[in-house]
């Protein structure tokens, strides 16, 4: 089965999306025996030394069996909003020339980035006669709202045209929880009998609990610290700045700090807001290679998992998953509609904290400093519960998705005998 992906994050992309996409297509070619194309732009997150730079209008590139063509585009900055719709536009335009020039796939599917990506994914099955998969990780135009100069009726409008043109085209929408689910057939009017859900995952081999002493931690000076730490993109869905003033509340522990693991828009502005507020607590590293998860994620005591009040059921942290399988326990600053908020309590795997207010969050991780006996028994149950989401587990939800989907059309374009009956000869 020949199966085209499209999305314009992908290896050596630090992005939790690219990071993603890039275990599912290489799973598919190497635990399934699928032949896997993957149009994707150049790296926007890249690790040290791991820049691609673009050779024409496409670079074509193989990484573990996977295809790679690269569609090239502007690279303005993105804090910008004109800076962000040329990036889209003409990395939109370079994929649409890349979709139509693979050899045909027997399914193609779309993910969100940038959100007119599933135009065309669309384009690409049309000219192939091949389905079209839906994989959502954001949901548009609900998410522009995190931008402050993004807000336009119009824009908005063509963005939610084109959503409910997809899931309606899809032989199938894959959202990430129930309440993106729900989202999607109450917003965007999907069907809700070709719309079903596959969480994000973890590879619960790689990350899997460890010693707080360890290499990491004695590098960074975590070995002897209550450690609660942020890992991922520095982005806007977050609600960040809450976390700063958290630490500043929390000034009063002498052992303890707050890490921030990861790059992103807001991480020049959060640096900013810890010197404005001279705090001595709170340290930035950079993004761990994925061979240094497991350790790094070992040097914490207590994750931070956050999302902005509005968005449950937009976006989904998929940072949860790695934190689960660390058997590490976390504060969920979420809203309650939240699929992160309803996991913490149903598993007691962590503490669910008000989104955006520092106080409550403050009041979470002084929970867990002051009853360690409370945050080894959240621990054990977030690796108890983060193997049901292991990354085996759920590419194999995708592929029975892919082989259903690529049955169902090939079901639809041989005619059946009463029809044959009628061919021409």
Known sequence: MHIAFFNRSYYPDQTATGQLLTDLAEDLVRDHGCRVTVVTGLPLQPLPGQTITARGVLTRDERNGVQIVRASGTRFNKQRFAGRATNYMTYFASACFAGLRLDKPDVVVALTDPP??????????KWAGAPLVMAFKDLFPEVTSLLPDFHSPTIDAALQRVNRFLVRSAATNIALGETMRRRLIENKGAPPERTVIIPDWADTTAIAPGPKQNAFAAAHGLADTFVAMHSGNLGLSQSLETLVDAAALLRDLPDFRLVFQGEGVKKADLEAQVRRLGLTNVLFLPFAPKADLGVSFASADVFIVSLQSGLAG???????????????????????????ASLTRAHDCGLVAEPGNAASLAAAIRRFYEDRDLTRRCGEHARTVGLSFDRKLQVSRYMDVFRSVSRRSVSERVPQPEQQATLPR
């Open 116 to 125: 007119i990506i599933g135009l065309t994914a669309w384009l690409a099955g």
């Open 314 to 340: 937009y976006i989904v942290p998929s940072k949860l998953y790695g934190i689960l399988a660390s058997g590490r326990p976390y504060v969920a600053a979420v809203e309650d509609t939240c699929e992160v």
